[in-house]
């Protein structure tokens, strides 16, 4: 069983369409994020939920809405979408919150998002 | 920023040979920690180590810590051809669980 798994892997769309990743975690985790991966390689966080509650939001557009409708899912939904979005979006979880020394992160295979 | 840059950007050896990338970071931390990424694939943790320890070991990776230099290095010894992925620091800051990372080293191994 995948532990955190994310859909569409590939998602290629034209400027100014709506879309929305999703993203599932298996492992009893409490804490999900959202990775967005440049061309470059440069991996920077977006948004990250902690039992449903949005506790990192990363200076992130508003045509990003995040999405939790349990601790098990963390979907991210992009409005109006531009060329500069075109990246790898990854979807990540982590067992706990606040104040663990040890926490590590599960990543999903990623969805790499073209915008035309 | 907080964010971890790791040096070199691309690293290419033979297989058996030892590789070691560099992470340097800018604020204190809470643990770093070093990752892999496969071509086309999700990070996978490797190894973390916590701001009080200075070596940890794991198989073939040894991973170091200096504070006060606010660096870290990832050696992988005996190298394979499966090794051959990019590699990533990450740092965690205090009391929020927030990563941050770097744009990676891309090892290559040649068999």
């Known amino acids: 069983d995948t532990a955190v798994s994310q859909t569409p892997k590939y998602l290629v769309t034209q400027m100014g369409n709506d879309k929305s990743i999703k993203c599932e975690q298996n492992?009893?985790?409490?804490?999900m994020y959202w990775y967005k991966q440049d061309s470059k390689k440069f991996l920077k966080i977006m948004f990250s939920y902690n039992n449903k509650e949005l506790i990192i939001n990363e200076t992130v557009p508003n045509r990003f809405s995040p999405k939790s409708p349990d601790k098990a899912h963390l979907n991210l939904h992009i409005n109006s979408l531009e060329l500069g979005d075109s990246a790898v979006y990854f979807c990540?979880?982590?067992?706990?919150?606040?104040?663990?020394?040890?926490?590590?992160?599960?990543f999903g295979s990623g969805t790499q998002l073209s915008v035309l | 920023s907080q964010q971890g840059e790791e040096d070199p950007q691309a690293l290419s050896i033979q297989e058996g040979e030892n590789a070691t990338m560099n992470c340097s970071y800018k604020?204190?931390?809470?643990?770093l920690q070093w990752y892999r990424q496969n071509s086309g694939r999700g990070l996978v943790h490797l190894i973390l180590?916590?701001?009080?320890?200075r070596e940890k070991h794991s198989g073939r990776l040894r991973v170091t810590l200096d504070t006060s230099k606010k660096s870290s290095s990832l050696l992988i010894t005996a190298s394979r051809a499966a090794d051959t992925a990019s590699y990533f620091c990450?740092?965690?800051?205090?009391?929020?669980?927030?990563?941050?990372f770097g744009s990676g080293t891309k090892l290559n191994v040649k068999p």
């Open positions: 492992l009893g985790h409490d804490t």
């Open positions: 990450a740092t965690a800051i205090y009391n929020f669980n927030k990563f941050y």
């Open positions: 180590i916590r701001s009080n320890e």
């Open positions: 604020t204190s931390i809470n643990n």
């Open positions: 990540a979880s982590s067992q706990g919150f606040r104040g663990k020394t040890n926490e590590k992160l599960f």
